[in-house]
């Protein structure tokens, strides 16, 4: 049995549910193991799930049509993920996920959510701060990429999330912060010098 800690944790950062709801909501996850580079999402399917990291690293990316790998998003313990376009309009997925490392999550899947949410209000009110949260998310994220420059882009991510920046390859952190590998690399080099 996996140590859910974490996951309530999260949860009552974003609300407090009472002891009864909380126990709702975990039930209706599901503990899945997931192993290094399986996909869990692909374009063309639909993303079924809404997912909650317990251990692991997963990013999720869009292929464009020349063949280039552009990453949405990361996902490390206690981040959230989905195709969340495709998951919320239950429409077939554009973007890939896929583990980094061996993981273990938790995913609720659609329906379940929805029956929570209809018929809950103190749910139906997690999940709607859950969805502010990524909505603020993303337009920090398109505000950033439109104002700052690349290297303010990486000295902001490193500050934000020092421990996470080893953990992903050097591509899908070049691709997140919407610059090249090479660039990428020149700047960890002038850091590296500079100290």
Do not use: C
């Amino acid at each position: 049995m996996e140590d859910l800690s974490p996951f309530i944790e999260n949860i009552n950062r974003k609300t407090r549910l009472s002891p009864e709801n909380m126990e709702r909501l975990t039930a209706a996850f599901q503990v899945v193991k997931i192993k290094r580079k399986q996909l869990l999402i692909q374009p063309g399917f639909v993303a079924k799930y809404r997912i909650y990291v317990l251990k692991g690293a997963f990013h999720s990316y869009v292929i464009d049509d020349k063949g280039n790998e552009h990453t949405i998003q990361f996902a490390v313990e206690d981040w959230w993920l989905s195709d969340y376009n495709s998951y919320i309009h239950q429409t077939p997925a554009t973007q890939f996920v896929e583990a980094l490392e061996n993981s273990i999550i938790l995913q609720i899947d659609h329906q379940a959510e929805q029956q929570l949410k209809n018929t809950n209000l103190e749910l139906a009110t997690l999940f709607r701060v859950m969805a502010e949260h990524s909505a603020a998310y993303l337009a920090r994220r398109i505000v950033s990429n439109l104002t700052q420059s690349a290297e303010e882009r990486y000295n902001e991510f490193v500050a934000k999330y020092p421990q996470v920046v080893q953990r992903l390859p050097q591509y899908a952190l070049a691709s997140y912060l919407n610059m090249t590998r090479e660039f990428l690399s020149k700047i960890r080099n002038d850091k590296v010098r500079k100290k």
